[in-house]
């Protein structure tokens, strides 16, 4: 029987045209991090299973490729549910493995400790174009710094990142799920609601406040509190300061040190960013994850619709690990979406090498072969590329396909040396 | 309940100081090859379980993480055997899956196609120190290329990568499939008990000449068949020059061509190779996997006992996805055992970029942290590594902490502009 040449459903064979695109991202990137003291770590692609379905992940929980347990460990005779049947699957994120790592590893890590994370995430989505199961994350988090210096960084070096890579006009939102939960609370909203109302206020991109209003409704919240719900948001977007007008609203629900701590952040940034993007207070960016406790923020790119990287602060999780608190906050970029924009822009990787091919005729053997390949091993010792192929019959043919991949010389070796 | 923050059996977590290691081998390996003109690829973890499990994969099969079908595809009412819970499988090397890739994308590859792959495989081995059960490999091939020039080029790439990386005194043994055979078939064995034979021939390293022959004569081989084997290893042993003297005594078994083009190979490397290894005809070199067809290498140095890499032609693989014949012949170098020996040289990366600190007293907000932060903006613009953090209590320790971790050169800035 013939074996499968397809990849296994909904991922994807990467081929060299991309690789080198995505070979050119990384290096940009892992730069660019490490000039702010990030250090790259690394996590195994399996995790136990317990921690990938602890409700840290939430949708994504739904998502895992799951891996079956092995020898007298599986036992399908007395197997009743798919949980007695695995130990492992396959991450879905690089957040819960980056907790797990800073649990196990904290005694060797400097404190606050800057990861950088690049690395296949898997989610068994349904198949659709231009989303596969297998994809690249590249996270960068800050764990133990407890102030908003974490904040700062991390915008800035994610926006610093970006564009360096060559983006222009794209935007950082922010938010706070403390200010989220305050005007919910402002409004009415009964707390065990937050969840459930978060979800349909996340759609205000797409349906707009009266779009939101009417599926709050139909899901049952009461009228007046909707409407003074999307009043306040209403009102928050004609204020001059939208943050300073919610510091005096919001008085009695949230802390004053949120406020000036969260303003702090949009000053700083503001004060020291690149003028490639534009730092926006979005009071209605939820970010789906329920582990954020604190600021919030999201890339928007105008070439792309959607969301394409987001992060936050989520100062609880280490302590479902450890039993003991360490705040942390992160933010990863959407290094598929950046590579698609790329591809689709018909971007070049600069400064390539200049391709040299060496076409060897068929019968050149012995000395004559020898002294090819030692001139090709000169020129790579100089850092050139060579590639030493055999000549075609169709030679015309072979170059042009040579050209197409980039080389632009080409030194031809006979048997007979006076054809040359 | 707390969660498990060990990695999954038989799995690591990856420090920054391996990592650093990691990605500089990384970054000399693409280089070094890319100066050979292979290009990058990458193929999904997960491949379809019917590919992992088609024999390709000798020993490796048994040790397949297997990944349980999902949604209405999985029936544990009806499932009766491990296949029926199963669809998909992690790779446990990186060849089935670039013959794969290669089948289903051959119209937009060139020809030849030189591949670079680096990418983790997993093997359920029983864990056991300095193995663990996901690893990374890196792998190049040649698939289209029919003559020697594969094997030359696929030797000359890997030994210039691996003496670029330090390595001195190594050892790049070689032999043919077809003259493991011949010899097997000169001494009296049946060809069917061949795969048997050269698993004890390949303890030869271990228990010399007369551990393979009691081995092979207690498995029941005739003694005698036994003994021309072994007579047969040692006379090519004392011989001016093995390859020569098989080629004679094989004559009828092996054809010339065989031998010609073998020879080619050992001169040809061997007149243009670096001094930091030595090229060894060995034939007692088995290499584990059935679908080596000619001439297969292993990578020795002297640091490690076993092998530290190797590869081989492996001309029938593409034929069992599509039907038609494609040559193709790889070397795969072995990236964890490399960088373990770098860990243990105490070897640093060169050229590391200089690492300034600003520690920030807690008590700096507003304008004194926004110009501390445009200060560090700036510095990392021209290139430089700026790490931006909170000033702790214990400061002469975190200066030492930050020392250890590389940090040179200290800047403070407090509330209180005096102190400075």
Do not use: H
Not at 30 to 52: C, M, Q
Not at 66 to 94: F, N
Not at 397 to 419: I, N, R, V
């Amino acid at each position: 029987m013939a074996l499968n040449k397809k990849p296994a459903t909904g991922m994807k064979d990467i081929l060299p045209a991309e690789m080198q695109i995505r070979d050119y991202v990384i290096g940009v990137i892992k730069d660019t991090y490490g000039r702010f003291g990030f250090t790259s770590i690394e996590t195994p692609a399996v995790e136990n299973i317990e921690n990938l379905t602890s409700r840290q992940g939430g949708e994504n929980e739904k998502l895992i490729f799951k891996i079956l347990k092995r020898g007298e460990k599986l036992d399908l005779e007395t197997a009743r549910t798919e949980s007695d049947l695995v130990d492992g699957g396959l991450r879905y994120d690089l957040t819960v493995p980056l907790v797990r790592f800073y649990s196990n590893n904290a005694a060797q890590l400097p404190s606050p400790f800057k990861a950088l994370q690049m690395g296949n995430v898997w989610r068994a989505e349904r198949p659709q174009r231009g989303r596969y199961r297998q994809f690249m994350q590249c996270d960068i988090d800050i764990l133990g710094e407890a102030s908003n210096l974490a904040e700062i960084e991390l915008i800035l070096a994610t926006t610093t990142t970006i564009s360096r890579l060559g983006f222009k006009n794209f935007q950082i939102r922010i938010n706070d799920r403390r200010i989220l939960k305050a005007m919910a609370a402002y409004a009415g909203f009964a707390a065990e609601d937050y969840d459930s109302v978060f979800i349909t206020l996340d759609k205000m991109d797409k349906i707009g406040r009266d779009g939101v209003r009417a599926e709050l409704e139909a899901a049952g919240y009461a009228s007046e509190v909707c409407e003074k719900y999307m009043a306040l948001f209403e009102a928050v977007e004609q204020a001059d300061n939208g943050v300073a007008y919610l510091r005096e609203k919001l008085a009695d629900l949230l802390d004053g040190e949120v406020m000036d701590s969260f303003t702090e952040i949009l000053d700083s940034v503001e004060a020291t960013k690149a003028d490639t993007f534009e730092l926006v207070f979005d009071p209605a960016l939820v970010r789906g994850m329920s582990y954020y406790t604190g600021p919030i923020f999201e890339i928007v790119m105008p070439e792309f619709g959607s969301s394409c990287g987001g992060g936050g602060r989520y100062d609880g999780m280490v302590e479902k690990f450890t039993g003991s608190s360490v705040p942390a906050c992160g933010f990863s970029i959407g290094f598929e979406r950046i590579v698609m924009l790329l591809m689709e822009s018909g971007f070049q990787v600069p400064d390539r090498p200049e391709k040299t091919a060496f076409l060897i005729e068929k019968g050149v053997s012995g000395q004559a072969l020898r002294d090819v390949i030692a001139r090709a091993q000169e020129e790579r010792a100089k850092g050139r590329q060579v590639l030493v192929v055999r000549m075609n019959k169709n030679k015309k043919f072979q170059k042009e396909q040579l050209t197409a991949e980039g080389y632009t010389e080409f030194q031809e070796f006979y048997k007979d040396p006076l054809k040359a």
